[in-house]
């Protein structure tokens, strides 16, 4: 059980992006969250993936509730999250290939020895064709990018995934065959998925259940654009 | 309404292209060449001249003294006779070995602070900006002859004074570069990977400010040669007996009032042109590691 | 519908790129298409086809390694071999309205988005003086729905989609007669997609005499506005039609087109297997052939573009295909 209540957070203490935010996704549950752009969702999905520290609420995670953040976060907790963001190109460190960009979660948790087998086993799931392992960001469109930071997000197996605008920049096919692994993903580990985007359209095909943002927060501080 | 295609797409045979080239990519080749060339041919010349010419650069002739430019001394000779070409190919290795040490030390101080300033951010990195303010305030070669007056004259306190001088603007650099990748969303998924501080850090930010640091590196050398020769000149340098370039010109400054053009111009083209070719070369790097032009095919 | 001239008219454009090692990378092959005026044209594909390449082409925007081929006529005068002097002057934002992809990118970052509106009218309209400047570009701004308190921010003060807002606005101050938009709708969100798509619309709309060619993968959007379907593969057309008939029934008849429309949300949400092949690396005959369900033997030589749809065995036009909702 992922439970966001009363979030309130931002870059600037005194204009913060997400004010009094409550959301709950059950273990297993696929939660799209509809908004228009600039209102602070993406700010909502990192404190949700304990990525950003909230200036006041609380985050639960299965009973628990978070104390401590980003790196002070317990890596066991941490790396339950796999989060995949809008910009294949800026998730990307450019300077490594695609196959050690897959692999880096595994290295930095010290899993070293099964690096090859699940690379190749998430890159045949992603759609990647081994040759396009070897190369680097620039030398990949941003859907096979996009591919790539998907399989990463899924090689430690996390319990929650959080997609911040996941397909916003691609098109149709390569949405579909994202959602599709996402799914596939959930409907074998039973992971829960916590969708944001901007198209209700998509959000309503792909997730059980749609909160739109005024449901989120309090009408008073809907933001315009 | 439908489109017809005019031309029968069974006929395209030979299809004409146009190129689109402008004419400053020849100057680009032109100057990368020429850059590339004389940094060459100077570092040859400093490794080589010394071990394959077996004169001796301190050999005092006091009857050839001052003689100017001929077959023999292609570069005439100083007050004490001794051969000026040698002499300058020596002090060249001189005031380049400080340079390159002295310039790394400082990059290395520079990139080490400023990366610890955008890495950790709030009141470490307020604290060090302001450090680099107040140096920043001081005119560096002021600040160095202070070094230097602290020591006897020798090639380390040199070495320290460049190094205390130059790192501000790497420091800034640095720290800019760190502040702009902290922010991309690569380096949150790093953090919840499960990477370690440390990790991101050095496997991930530390890769993004190199290129950067060590253009400021390259570009530090012209800086280093001169801040020594200046210092050299002022006779807190180097001690005299050490042939650098600083120390020939400072040597020579009496003979130009007497009409003796040479001891001192031709120390001076040393360094002179060393320098202006490492600076070419580094601009050349520098548009190459611009990103912008990283990929010239965007589809 | 009398026969006018084409506002644009591409014959055989090609462009290639010359990379380090002797490589050669073809982005686009062979298009042909004309834009009449009044017309809207979506250009359509995946990321990579070579789209983007198309609209710096015609702008003369390529880099430095770029050969290009064939012609594109925007009325008399060919845009691939003017000079860069005629396109600076002449052709790019006074014939041309490039509504760019990534507004962040295009609008100067350290002058306002007043100052830079204020700037393009002074060059582009006759408008002289300050308060008639001023009133200009409130006007062009109320155009694009750049809503007038945010006209003395800076561009990175500004959200995406307020950004692609004010690109828009400069867009359109030249009168331009055709309107380039490239991919106008990224990150946009649904509503606001639908409000600047609609606008660009209107801009076609109010004179007969202009038209707009839009490049997007965004299908919902060419459904809304588009007169025309141009679907580019690998870097050639490969279905040129009505857009009712390709959205509608009787639905397109490229198996690519088929399976670009099955991959939507609102429809089998179903994604073509297989990826696009690289544009460095193209096979000999039909580009689509690996991942299509109908290849035979026929795809291994080249389809040219005929009646519409460049394949050996497109979907017959006659029949009527139950496409799901």
């Known amino acids: 059980m992922l439970e966001l209540r009363a979030i309130t957070a931002g870059y600037d203490r005194r204009a913060p992006a997400v004010r009094d935010a409550t959301l709950t996704v059950s273990p297993g549950e696929a939660v799209g969250l509809l908004g228009p752009s600039g209102c602070g969702k993406s700010t909502l999905a990192r404190v949700a993936a304990l990525l950003h520290r909230p200036d006041s609420g609380e985050v639960v995670v299965d009973g628990t509730p978070v104390r401590r953040w980003r790196h002070r976060a317990p890596r066991e907790l941490r790396t339950a999250f796999g989060v995949v963001f809008q910009q294949p190109r800026l998730s990307a460190d450019p300077r490594l290939r695609l196959t050690d960009l897959i692999a880096e979660p595994l290295r930095a948790t010290g899993r070293r020895a099964s690096v090859p087998g699940r690379v190749a086993d998430l890159a045949g799931t992603v759609g990647l064709t081994p040759d396009l392992l070897t190369r680097r960001p620039h030398e990949v469109s941003d859907g096979q990018l996009q591919r790539a930071c998907l399989a990463r997000a899924l090689v430690l197996r996390p319990r929650w995934l959080i997609c911040d605008e996941m397909t916003a920049m691609l098109d149709a096919s390569t949405t579909a065959a994202l959602v599709g692994v996402v799914e596939d993903y959930r409907a074998s580990t039973g992971a829960g998925l916590l969708a944001v985007g901007h198209d209700r359209t998509l959000l309503d095909r792909w997730c059980d259940r749609t909160a739109g943002w005024h449901t989120v927060t309090p009408p008073a501080l809907v933001c315009g654009t | 309404m439908r489109c017809d295609p005019m031309a029968d797409p069974t006929a395209v045979t030979k299809t004409v292209w146009r190129t689109h080239g402008h004419a400053r990519r020849s100057t680009h080749t032109l100057r990368l060449r020429v850059s590339a060339a004389l940094v060459a041919v100077t570092v040859l010349a400093v490794l080589l001249v010394p071990p394959l010419v077996r004169l001796d650069q301190q050999a005092v002739d006091l009857a050839a003294k001052l003689l100017p430019p001929s077959w023999s001394h292609p570069f005439g000779t100083d007050d004490v006779g001794r051969d000026l070409l040698l002499r300058c190919v020596y002090g060249l290795r001189v005031s380049l070995l400080v340079g390159v040490v002295a310039a790394f030390t400082a990059t290395v101080i520079g990139t080490a602070v400023g990366a610890t300033a955008g890495a950790l951010g709030g009141w470490v990195d307020r604290a060090v900006m302001r450090l680099v303010d107040t140096f920043s305030s001081v005119p560096h070669l002021l600040l160095g002859i202070f070094v230097v007056a602290m020591f006897r004259p020798g090639v380390w306190p040199v070495v320290i004074s460049v190094g205390v001088t130059h790192w501000l603007s790497t420091a800034r650099i640095v720290r800019a570069e760190v502040l702009s990748l902290r922010s991309r969303p690569y380096i949150d998924a790093a953090v919840s990977g499960g990477a370690s501080r440390w990790r991101v850090a050095v496997r991930h930010l530390l890769p993004g400010v190199l290129p950067q640091a060590g253009l400021a590196a390259v570009l530090m050398v012209p800086h280093a040669m001169w801040h020594e020769s200046a210092l050299s000149f002022l006779g807190l340098g180097l001690p005299t007996h050490t042939a650098s370039l600083g120390t020939l010109i400072q040597g020579a400054r009496g003979s130009l009032l007497a009409g003796q053009w040479w001891p001192t111009l031709f120390p001076g083209l040393f360094l002179i042109v060393p320098t202006l070719a490492v600076a070419g070369l580094a601009g050349v790097w520098r548009e190459r590691i611009n990103p912008r032009r990283r990929s010239e095919l965007t589809l | ?325």
């Open chain 3, 1 to 325: 519908m009398t026969e006018r001239t084409p506002v644009l008219s591409v014959r055989g454009l090609s462009v290639r790129f010359l990379l380090p090692g002797g490589r050669r990378v073809a982005a686009v092959t062979d298009a042909h298409f004309d834009v009449a005026p009044g017309e809207c044209l979506a250009l359509i594909g995946e990321s990579g086809c070579g789209k983007s390449v198309l609209a710096s082409a015609l702008l003369g925007l390529l880099p430095a390694n770029a050969q290009t081929a064939g012609g594109a006529l925007l009325g008399e005068l060919d845009l691939l071999t003017a000079g860069e002097h005629t396109l600076a002057r002449t052709v790019r934002g006074r014939r041309i309205g490039l509504i760019p992809q990534s507004p962040a990118a295009h609008l100067t970052p350290v002058r306002t988005i007043r100052s830079q509106t204020e700037e393009t009218v002074a060059r582009l309209t006759g408008v002289r003086g300050r308060a008639a400047l001023r009133a200009a570009a409130e006007r062009a701004a109320g155009r694009a729905e750049f809503p007038a308190d945010h006209l003395d921010r800076y561009p990175h003060e500004l959200s995406g989609g307020l950004a692609q807002r004010a690109a828009t606005a400069l867009a359109l101050i030249g009168d331009a007669p055709l309107l380039l938009a490239d991919e106008p709708t990224t990150g946009l969100d649904r509503d606001l997609v639908d409000r600047t798509v609609d606008e660009l619309r209107r801009h076609v709309d109010a004179d007969g005499g202009r038209a707009l060619l839009m490049i997007t993968h965004d299908l919902a959007a060419a459904e809304r506005v588009a007169d025309r379907v141009a679907v580019m593969y690998a870097g050639r057309i490969v279905e040129l039609t009505d857009a009712k008939a390709f959205f509608g029934t009787p639905g397109p008849r490229h198996p690519y087109s088929r399976g670009l429309l099955d991959a939507l949300p609102d429809r089998a949400f179903t994604p073509i297997p297989g990826m696009p092949p690289e544009l460095g690396a193209l096979p000999a005959g039909c580009a689509f052939a690996a991942r299509c369900d109908r290849a035979t033997g026929d795809c291994a030589v080249l389809p040219p573009l005929t009646d519409s749809v460049a394949c050996h065995h497109p979907v017959p036009a006659a029949a009527p295909e139950d496409i799901r909702a």
